[in-house]
């Protein structure tokens, strides 16, 4: 269906007031449910397909976290639409004060490649549990996922409620100037600034999930061998295509050595000794990203990995040692399986060093409890871990999202549905009873009655 023509549907959808009732959203989002379970198979071949995922880690970064998702709002949708009555002042009695929740209306989602299901369909979901119509747009990067993102919604919802427009910068461009009710984007800061202008034009509120260096420190009071697994986890997920993965290391110098060592071994027991000949290891997502990626590793500072095959688009999980803060691999978000590591001997400087760049999406600490603790409260960031990696975003119970350049708004359970959402502030005043102390003329008691009332 043309684009425009989808809109004008979804419009006329939304005005009917059959996306309002509870009972509807929770019909839409267990259809979709159905659907995604029907075909778990399929989303596993194309995830492989377009970034070489394993089945394991397409249901535990994707799919898992998409139903997760469903199930979470399932359970919720009535309570979180509910009406939330509060006091009423004085002055305003007798009169009964709430809090509607109102579906913004006509949404776009706009999602990456990167997890190209997880990442369509997780805001979709919210957007759908808080009333709103949907237009999804996966990303041209990721066919594969996108194509199937359009039969999932075809076969699950009518296209009034939801549907996706495939294509690339063309029909990006155009589904930006058509006059959404909210914009949510996941990407680059890049991408994300030009969205914002163009939202901007309209007025439209948008939700920006962008990205930036995810630091990691590792302190002297840190469990070094537990650090380097979960960092290796983390950082080497997806190929280090993850918006929150570490993006680089910086590691008390006393224990940088025996950290690097564990990381050597970390590395060879969760990827093997040849890993771009692993029918299971991922791969970078297009020729242009895997030469950039390849382009900032410096042969003389890799202690692990290094190599690369540009026939099949792997990089093997590379660590690089002695990093300067001005290296070509500090300068920009890597997003690939490039970690490099840089030494402190003091923690303020780790600190300043870290608030000296743009504010990241991720941050994370390895180290005892009152120095994980100092460096949470005078960094700024997104969101993060104490002694573990990107285990943040895989709950609904806490919001998602980023501050600064990574980003504004969040989403994910409760957060998701109220990002999707417009709070009315509604009183409800008595007919019974007109207390006609604000109206004129103005007396000497009427002043003296304000005074009392508004006190």
């Given at each position: 269906?043309?684009m425009?023509?989808?809109?004008?549907?979804?419009?006329?959808?939304?005005?009917s007031?059959?996306?309002?009732?509870?009972?509807?959203?929770?019909?839409?989002?267990?259809r979709?449910?159905?659907?995604?379970?029907?075909?778990?198979?399929?989303?596993?071949?194309?995830?492989?397909?377009?970034?070489?995922?394993?089945?394991?880690?397409s249901?535990?970064s994707?799919?898992?976290?998409?139903?997760?998702?469903?199930?979470?709002?399932?359970?919720?949708?009535?309570?979180?639409?509910?009406?939330?009555?509060?006091?009423?002042?004085?002055?305003?009695?007798?009169?009964?004060?709430?809090?509607k929740?109102?579906?913004?209306?006509?949404?776009?989602?706009?999602?990456?490649w990167?997890?190209p299901?997880m990442l369509?369909?997780?805001?979709?979901?919210?957007?759908?549990?808080?009333?709103?119509t949907?237009i999804?747009?996966?990303?041209?990067?990721?066919?594969?996922t996108?194509?199937l993102?359009?039969?999932?919604?075809?076969?699950a919802?009518p296209?009034?409620?939801?549907a996706?427009?495939?294509?690339?910068r063309a029909?990006?461009?155009?589904?930006?100037?058509?006059?959404?009710?909210?914009?949510?984007?996941?990407?680059s800061?890049?991408?994300?600034?030009?969205v914002?202008?163009r939202?901007?034009?309209?007025?439209?509120?948008?939700?920006?999930?962008?990205g930036?260096?995810?630091?990691c420190?590792?302190?002297?009071t840190?469990?070094?061998?537990?650090?380097?697994?979960?960092?290796?986890?983390?950082?080497?997920?997806?190929?280090?295509?993850?918006c929150?993965?570490?993006?680089?290391?910086l590691?008390?110098?006393s224990?940088?050595?025996?950290?690097?060592?564990?990381?050597?071994r970390?590395?060879?027991?969760?990827?093997?000794?040849n890993?771009?000949?692993?029918?299971d290891?991922?791969k970078?997502?297009?020729?242009?990203?895997?030469?950039?990626?390849?382009?900032l590793?410096?042969?003389?500072?890799?202690?692990?990995?290094?190599?690369?095959?540009?026939?099949?688009?792997?990089?093997?999980?590379?660590?690089?040692?002695?990093?300067?803060?001005?290296?070509?691999?500090?300068?920009?978000?890597?997003?690939?399986?490039v970690?490099?590591?840089?030494?402190?001997?003091?923690?303020d400087?780790a600190?300043?060093e870290?608030n000296?760049?743009?504010?990241p999406?991720?941050?994370y600490?390895?180290a005892?409890?009152?120095?994980a603790?100092?460096?949470?409260?005078?960094?700024?960031?997104?969101g993060?871990?104490?002694?573990?990696?990107?285990?943040?975003?895989?709950?609904?119970?806490?919001?998602?999202?980023g501050?600064?350049e990574?980003?504004?708004?969040?989403?994910?359970g409760?957060a998701?549905?109220?990002c999707?959402?417009?709070?009315?502030?509604?009183?409800d005043?008595?007919?019974?009873?007109?207390v006609?102390v604000?109206?004129?003329?103005?007396?000497?008691?009427?002043d003296?009655?304000?005074?009392l009332?508004m006190?």
């Open positions: 269906m043309e425009h023509e989808l809109f004008k549907i979804q419009r006329q959808y939304f005005a007031g059959a996306t309002l009732p509870p009972e509807a959203r929770t019909d839409a989002l267990k979709l449910r159905s659907a995604i379970c029907a075909r778990e198979r399929q989303i596993s071949d194309a995830l492989r397909a377009d970034l070489g995922k394993c089945e394991t880690e249901y535990m994707e799919i898992g976290m998409t139903l997760s998702e469903i199930n979470f709002m399932l359970k919720r949708i009535k309570g979180y639409a509910r009406d939330k009555k509060v006091r009423t002042p004085l002055a305003q009695m007798p009169a009964r004060s709430y809090i929740k109102s579906p913004y209306g006509c949404v776009l989602v706009m999602s990456p990167n997890y299901f369509s369909l997780e805001p979709l979901v919210d957007a759908l549990a808080a009333g709103n949907v999804v747009k996966p990303s041209a990067y990721s066919p594969a996108g194509r993102i359009s039969d999932i919604l075809a076969e919802l296209p009034g409620l939801a996706a427009v495939l294509g690339g029909e990006n461009s155009a589904l930006l100037d058509m006059p959404f009710d909210k914009i949510f984007f996941t990407g800061v890049a991408v994300g600034r030009e914002m202008h939202a901007a034009q309209r007025l439209v509120p948008v939700t920006l999930e962008l930036g260096k995810s630091p420190i590792v302190d002297r840190a469990d070094i061998p537990l650090a380097a697994r979960r960092i290796v986890f983390g950082k080497f997920l997806n190929c280090g295509q993850t929150v993965a570490p993006d680089y290391i590691v008390h110098s224990v940088k050595d025996a950290l690097i060592d564990c990381l050597k970390e590395i060879a027991k969760q990827y093997g000794e890993p771009l000949s692993d029918p290891y991922g970078i997502i297009s020729p242009k990203h895997f030469k950039r990626i390849v382009g590793i410096l042969p003389e500072k890799v202690v692990c990995g290094g190599g690369a095959d540009e026939s099949t688009l792997r990089i093997e999980p590379t660590v690089m040692d002695g990093v300067a803060p001005d290296d070509a691999v500090m300068g920009e978000e890597i997003f690939g399986p970690l490099p590591v840089l030494a402190y001997d003091d923690l400087c600190i300043a870290i000296g760049r743009p504010h999406l991720a941050l600490v390895f005892a409890k009152d120095i603790r100092k460096v949470m409260e005078r960094c700024r960031f997104g993060g871990c104490i002694n573990d990696t990107v285990i943040h975003l895989a709950t609904p119970h806490m919001g998602f999202g501050v600064g990574s980003g504004m708004g969040r989403y994910h409760r998701g549905f109220d999707f959402t417009h709070e009315q502030s509604v009183v005043k008595s007919v019974l009873v007109d006609p604000r109206y004129r003329p103005y007396t000497a008691l009427k003296r009655l304000i005074r009332f006190r």
